[in-house]
């Protein structure tokens, strides 16, 4: 579709699902590089809306072991961003109102993004105070994946009129890959534990155990359903979904036999975020009229 075919909502509903898509990038760039307690404190840094030029600014309560410029300009930056997203959250809303107040499918599904969103940044404040837990980190890591899914479908939505069932083998196929991202974070965060006992980069992940073994039977459970539903539905948005279950495999087996080193991190994180949003934009344009559904060309 043209560019200039889209609507003013769709432009904004796509800058504000790409953005948030980045912000879940520098997560995990933040995540990979250990700047997450790079601002120990929230919502302020180092107990200030600006952070320090140097440890010699510190307030007194700070111990100055705990400056490190990059590490908190990292978390700093994320932490802006976020709030950025937040805003064009804010405005996709408002976009909404002026524009789809008619469709509650839409309206209601940008409201409770952007409710969605003020949660998020309460829970970002929690995993600081809790330093990092696995346990929360996965909870947020979930929320923003919501968000992101939320925002696709007021967008894909606002496109397209549908009809007729979702797919319920889409519908699992994105329930398997939430929970497989969720293993992923739980991994991380043993690996990180890990490292700080003292153990060598090059055998931490093999002291994750159980966990672990979860996550990559799951990985190839969703690069199979994957393949299964692009043998069923052969559209260009499922042949997608493969490609980024594949990427995901393979950086996978990059981190397991390889490098753990932020890059890989990183980009294995990216590649699973975007596989969540591909499936669901199948989910939805699975559900096309006749004939507007997407075919391969």
């Known amino acids: 579709m043209a560019a200039s075919r889209f609507s003013s909502f769709q432009r904004l509903a796509l800058w504000t699902t790409g953005t948030t898509y980045f912000?879940?990038?520098?997560?995990g760039l933040v995540r990979a590089s250990g700047a997450g307690l790079g601002c120990p404190d929230w919502p302020r840094c180092f107990g200030s809306w600006i952070p320090p030029a140097s440890a010699a600014n510190l307030p007194p309560q700070f111990d100055p072991s705990l400056f490190n410029p990059t590490l908190m300009w990292t978390e700093y930056l994320n932490r802006l961003l976020g709030v950025t997203v937040g805003f064009l959250i804010l405005a996709t809303v408002v976009s909404a109102w002026r524009h789809h107040r008619n469709e509650p499918r839409i309206l209601w599904t940008t409201i409770a993004a952007f409710l969605l969103t003020g949660?998020?940044?309460?829970?970002?404040?929690?995993?600081?105070?809790?330093?990092?837990?696995?346990?929360?980190?996965?909870?947020h890591m979930i929320v923003a994946l919501v968000i992101v899914q939320l925002l696709l479908y007021a967008t894909?939505?606002?496109?397209?009129?549908?009809?007729?069932p979702f797919s319920p083998l889409v519908i699992a196929l994105i329930?398997?890959?939430m929970v497989q991202i969720g293993l992923g974070t739980q991994v991380r965060g043993a690996i990180d534990v890990a490292l700080d006992s003292g153990v060598a980069?090059?055998?931490?992940?093999a002291s994750v155990g159980l966990v672990d073994y979860l996550h990559r039977d799951a990985a190839f459970v969703v690069l199979a359903g994957s393949l299964l539903v692009a043998f069923r539905q052969r559209s260009r948005w499922a042949y997608v979904v493969v490609g980024l279950a594949t990427l995901?495999?393979?950086?996978?087996?990059?981190?397991?036999?390889?490098?753990?080193?932020?890059?890989?991190?990183?980009?294995?994180?990216?590649?699973a975020s975007l596989l969540l949003g591909a499936?669901?934009?199948?989910?939805?344009?699975?559900?096309?009229?006749?004939?507007?559904?997407?075919?391969?060309?």
């Open 156 to 164: 894909v939505r606002a496109w397209r009129k549908t009809t007729g």
């Open 119 to 139: 949660f998020q940044g309460w829970l970002g404040g929690r995993v600081v105070a809790n330093e990092l837990a696995a346990w929360i980190v996965t909870v």
């Open 201 to 205: 980069r090059a055998a931490a992940l």
């Open 175 to 177: 329930v398997i890959t």
């Open 23 to 27: 912000l879940i990038l520098v997560g």
């Open 279 to 297: 499936e669901t934009v199948l989910l939805l344009l699975r559900k096309s009229e006749p004939g507007i559904r997407e075919h391969a060309t």
């Open 248 to 271: 995901q495999v393979a950086l996978g087996v990059v981190m397991a036999y390889i490098s753990l080193e932020p890059a890989a991190q990183v980009g294995h994180l990216t590649a």
